[in-house]
């Protein structure tokens, strides 16, 4: 069983920086890729970032390319979100998702077998 945790949420302007952190346990952690969703109010879940854990290779979300960067530690079974610029339509509660199956495509939300409990950003205008 995996468990993920995130962290790092929070209220902030404009303009502001953030960067969420998820910790993953269990028995033998080895995904095929992490990714980041969010989910506003009265919204669907979206994808957001994802990253492969062998290669590192990335996948953005058009809405938040040059602003967002998702990164991992392997020794420490944690990703990250670092978050630039951040503006009031990305507020949502985001979500740490892990991978286990092989599959190419990262912005699946069905592909993803582990979902953490949320946390809450908010960015206010």
């Not at 468990?3 to 998820?22: I, N, P």
């Not at 095929?32 to 879940?45: C, H």
């Amino acid at each position: 069983q995996v468990q993920l945790v995130e962290s790092g949420g929070g209220l902030v302007q404009t303009g502001d920086s953030l960067r969420l952190s998820c910790a993953a346990s269990g028995r033998t952690f080895s995904p095929y890729a992490m990714g980041w969703f969010r989910q506003a109010p009265g919204k669907e879940r979206e994808f957001v970032a994802a990253i492969r854990w062998s290669g590192g290779s990335t996948s953005y979300a058009d809405s938040v390319k040059g602003r967002f960067t998702i990164s991992r530690d392997n020794a420490k079974n944690t990703v990250y979100l670092q978050m630039n610029s951040l503006k009031p339509e990305d507020t949502a509660v985001y979500y740490c998702a892990a991978q286990s199956r092989t599959i190419w495509t990262l912005n699946l939300i069905h592909n993803y077998d582990y979902w953490g409990q949320g946390t809450q950003v908010t960015v206010s205008s």
